[in-house]
């Protein structure tokens, strides 16, 4: 059985830095391809940055690139998402997702989903 158990999130200002956590369970880290996602209110759930199986290294979407950093460690199955300038727009909950393929770019292909993370940040 996999889990997936997010940490971190919280209120913060204009600028401001956060890390979430995650945590998998059940197999290696490895063999999955990682994700962190975001919802805001309103809108479509986006991709935010993903770490391929087959890749390796993460990827942004444009509107991070530059502030956020993914990272993974294959030791304790954990990954992390540094936040930093953050802005009103990063609001909403964050979600950490794992599939058991080789690459994955849509919410639909990821199997394991963590319970949710609120980001506020405030103007």
């Known amino acids: 059985q996999v889990t997936v158990v997010e940490s971190g999130g919280g209120l913060v200002q204009t600028g401001d830095s956060l890390t979430l956590s995650c945590e998998l369970s059940?197999?290696?880290?490895?063999?999955?391809?990682v994700a962190w996602f975001r919802q805001a209110p309103g809108k479509e759930r986006e991709l935010v940055a993903t770490?391929?199986?087959?890749?390796?290294?993460?990827q942004y979407a444009n509107s991070v690139q530059g502030r956020f950093t993914m990272s993974a460690d294959n030791a304790d199955n954990k990954i992390a998402l540094e936040m930093t300038s953050l802005k009103p727009d990063d609001t909403a909950v964050y979600y950490c997702?794992?599939?058991?393929?080789?690459?994955?770019?849509?919410?639909?292909?990821?199997?394991?989903w963590g319970q949710g993370a609120q980001v506020t940040v405030s103007s």
């Open positions: 770490i391929a199986r087959i890749r390796g290294h993460p």
């Open positions: 059940g197999r290696p880290l490895d063999v999955y391809t």
């Open positions: 997702a794992a599939a058991f393929r080789a690459y994955a770019n849509n919410a639909n292909e990821y199997e394991y």
